[in-house]
Every structure is written in structure tokens, then in C-alpha cells.
């Protein structure tokens, strides 16, 4: 698997960002059901630009051929919440962090409490992270995994929040060496086969695709 390309930089007019969890539940006599979840949760997602002009066009027309034709990725996020809301000025992360230096979004992952609470530092003092934002955790170019973040949390005075986090983080996969990323916090995807949908045509120049997260082998 190739290393991921990059969504195009041109305005969106909307999107759709949603976990997956397979589950299956068996109904039984004596109003009892059983529950189980029965693959790993992975993320997809529905995008659709606004207006382009040609050239702009022409653009999406690459990108679509380099992220979904002959295995390859791209880096998706969801375009509506591409930082912390708290934080979001509509231009990238760029603070003092608590103990010297810029934090551009990333962070340390100073400790896995478990699946579901990670122990993040590196941020600036009184970071303020709410419910629905997402963070990455890339353990390497291609080893990525994206979550939403439970609940609102602050950090310390010296950089450090505890979080909470869904889906569970795979244990099996991602150790502390990973790096956690808040900036457009992304994971792996292609573009479904067949989604892809761009009329030409003067009044309707809006493309749309679909696209699913895929883990390299």
C-alpha cells in the first residue's frame, strides 16, 4: 500500500463523518437479546464539494484516480470539525505549549490507562478539549487510528489531559511510541468504487464520493 494522498484543499459544502460498528443481536423468546460486536469499528465517510471552476475540477478528477483506483489511500477527516472546536479559528494549531516550543497539534501519548482513556501530553497549558472532537493516534505513515473524544477535558498547567476516547484503541497495535495528532486528525481511507459522481455541467459542478477506512496488511 502506497503512502496516503492528501484531500484536495478546496471548499466542501458538506459532509458526513461516522464510526461503524458492526454488531449483531439475536432475539429470543422471553423478551431476551444477546449482543455481540462482531468486527473492528472503522469509519466512513460522504463528501461533496462546493461549486468548482474547471481547473478546480481537474483537480478532484486527479485526486479521485490517485486515492481509490489501484489501492491507494488518502488522509481522511471530517472537514466540519478539522481541530478542536475550542480552538478552532478556522487556520491551523499554532500555541505556546506549556513547557516551551509551538504545538502544532501534535502531542505525546504519555500513557495507555486502557482501550478506552489515554494519558496525552505535550499541549499547551489549559488545552481545552471537548465532547465530538476526534484525535489520531499514528503509530507510522500508514498506522493510524482515529477517535472521538467523550468528554470535555482540560489540560494542566503542564500540557497534560486525561482523555476518553470511542472506539477502543487497539492494544495489539499501538503502543506509546505512537504520536497523537489534533491538527485535521485523520485515518485511512478509499474511495468506494462507484460513488464517485462530477457532472460538468455549468449549474452542477459539485462532486460527491464516498469512502470507507481500510487497515494496510
Known sequence: MVNPVFLPALPFADCEFDPVQPWDTNRMEGRRTES??????????????DFLRREQLGKVDAFVMQAGGDGETFLAYDVSRPRP????????????????GVFNGEATLQEIVDSRTLVVSGLPANFQLSAGDYLEVRQSILVRSLHRIMADATANGSGVVTLS??????????????????????????????SWSASK???ARTPSFSATEVFPA
Not at 36 to 49: E, L, N
Not at 85 to 100: V, Y
Not at 172 to 185: K, L, M, S, W
Request: charged fraction near 20%.
Open 85 to 100: 472546536i475550542a480552538h478552532d479559528t478556522g487556520e491551523p494549531l499554532f500555541l505556546p505549549k506549556a513547557g516551551g
Open 36 to 49: 455481540v460486536g462482531s468486527m473492528t469499528p472503522y469509519w466512513k465517510a460522504k463528501y461533496r464539494f
Open 201 to 203: 455541467a455549468m449549474n
Open 165 to 194: 476516547i470511542k472506539y477502543g484503541l487497539d492494544l495489539n497495535v499501538f503502543t506509546t511510541d505512537a504520536i497523537i495528532d489534533f491538527e485535521r486528525p485523520s485515518c485511512l481511507m478509499q474511495i468506494d468504487p462507484g
